[in-house]
């Protein structure tokens, strides 16, 4: 055989078995537009708020229910607690401004750090809040009476969003009672 006519053939069986494998596994990081405008909004929303800081990042995200990497953006906001509209904490500052429903499947809260979900169209984001009070709080890394909101977005495979959205209230702030500043 040429060896002319050897190296076209290796050429073009490493072209096939290379396409064949894109087409098979290799997992996209392009996010859909609805995914896209979801982060946006997200996004947006922190600014508006007075976040201090928020970064964004689009790729591959671990999805907490199947634990799988899927496409999707992380978005993380830290800032002052004491800009935002009280006596609310920070989650549920986020949650009323972006007005979609909560996921109460994903619901949890304990001094300084609250979990909760939040659904818009085909999209879920698991929201991650911890903060810090004006003499203790969950987060050593940030300064007293600062927040950091982590969320994760991804198409909801669930195929089902939840039919009502709880209704979230300001938690009362007299003495005792948990709050975002002390």
């Not at 922190?46 to 976040?51: E, I, K, N, T």
């Not at 671990?62 to 953006?73: F, I, K, M, Q, S």
């Not at 509209?85 to 949650?95: D, G, H, K, M, Y």
């Amino acid at each position: 055989m040429n060896p002319r006519s050897t190296a076209w053939i290796a050429a073009v069986g490493l072209a096939v078995c290379a396409g064949r494998s894109a087409a098979q596994g290799t997992p996209s990081t392009e996010l859909s537009p609805e995914l896209r405008a979801a982060c946006d909004t997200m996004v947006a929303v922190f600014r508006r708020l007075g976040a201090a800081a928020v970064e964004r990042s689009d790729g591959q995200t671990r999805n907490p229910l199947t634990r799988a990497d899927e496409p999707g953006c992380r978005i993380e906001a830290r800032g002052d607690v004491r800009v935002l509209p009280q006596p609310q904490l920070p989650e549920n500052v986020l949650v009323t401004s972006l007005g979609w429903p909560q996921d109460p499947r994903y619901a949890a809260d304990g001094d300084f750090g609250a979990n909760t979900a939040v659904a818009h169209r085909h999209v879920l984001c698991f929201v991650d809040s911890r903060w810090n009070g004006e003499t203790d709080g969950g987060v050593p890394d940030l300064p007293r009476s600062w927040y950091r909101i982590k969320a994760r977005c991804l198409l909801d495979t669930r195929g089902t969003p939840p039919r009502h959205a709880p209704s979230v209230t300001p938690r009362d702030t007299g003495p005792g009672q948990r709050t975002p500043v002390q």
